[in-house]
């Protein structure tokens, strides 16, 4: 599957944004789907995940502020985020996996970049 993010962009802080996934093909069997975003300089980071049944979780630091959603018929995953940080600005990717065999391939989408700045 390919996998690719859009929904970036310039936020002032306190804005929202929703970014998309969209996969190339189905997703059923690359689940769970996850977020991931990387600031300049720092060390990639664990935005949260979905499973296949819809149950998705945030990393502590950006509940109650982000939140995933699925549709399925669109091969789409979303991360909606609200009440934006300056902090939160990075290059955000979905992941997805599968087993194939002994083997867990990766896929990776190519990024895209929010900048939450006044």
């Known amino acids: 599957v390919q996998l690719a993010e859009s929904g970036g962009g310039l936020v002032h802080p306190g804005g929202s944004l929703r970014l998309s996934c969209i996969g190339s093909?189905?997703?059923?069997?690359?689940?769970?789907i996850r977020w991931y975003r990387q600031a300049p300089g720092k060390e990639r980071e664990y935005v949260g995940d979905?499973?296949?049944?819809?149950?998705?979780g945030v990393a502590d630091t950006m509940k109650g502020r982000f939140t995933i959603a699925s549709d399925n018929a669109k091969n789409t995953v979303y991360l909606q985020m609200n009440s934006l940080k300056p902090e939160d600005t990075a290059v955000y990717y979905c992941n997805a996996r599968k087993w194939i065999g002994p083997y867990e391939l990766e896929y990776w989408g190519q990024g895209t970049q929010v900048t939450v700045s006044s």
């Open positions: 979905i499973t296949s049944d819809g149950t998705a």
């Open positions: 093909g189905s997703l059923d069997n690359y689940y769970p």
